[in-house]
Nanobody, 121 residues
Framework: QVQLVESGGGLVQPGGSLRLSCAASGSIASINAMGWYRQAPGKQRELVATITSGRSTNSLDSVQGRFTISRDNAKNTVYLQMNSLKPEDTAVYYC???????????????WGQGTQVTVSS
């Protein structure tokens, strides 16, 4: 069993900051990449940022300069530091990990349950 546990969401005023965390646990042989997605009501889910095991990063253009993704490989944890938050950032944020589980020879996508981020005055 592989599980992703998220934390750090909440309500924040425009211009504020939040830090999301996601820890993977279970029968993990390797985590190739981790990332964050978000989905606002009535909209498609979109990729926000990703980071590989080698700490190469990629992020959505609209969050560049404001959001920073990082990971601690020893702790199987990925973080998303969100600064200068805007109302448009309001969404449910989902952690994603591409994991090779023990007894498997390929990667599978695993998802967290989502954490609500609301940016409002």
């Amino acid at each position: 069993q592989v599980q992703l546990v998220e934390s750090g969401g909440g309500l924040v005023q425009p211009g504020g900051s939040l830090r999301l965390s996601c820890a993977a646990s279970g029968s993990i042989a390797s985590i190739n990449a981790m990332g964050w997605y978000r989905q606002a009501p009535g909209k498609q889910r979109e990729l926000v940022a990703t980071i590989t095991s080698g700490r190469s990063t990629n992020s959505l253009d609209s969050v560049q300069g404001r959001f920073t993704i990082s990971r601690d490989n020893a702790k199987n944890t990925v973080y998303l530091q969100m600064n200068s938050l805007k109302p448009e950032d309001t969404a449910v944020y989902y952690c994603n990990a591409k994991i090779i589980a023990w007894a498997s020879v390929r990667t599978y996508d695993y998802w967290g349950q989502g954490t609500q981020v609301t940016v409002s005055s």
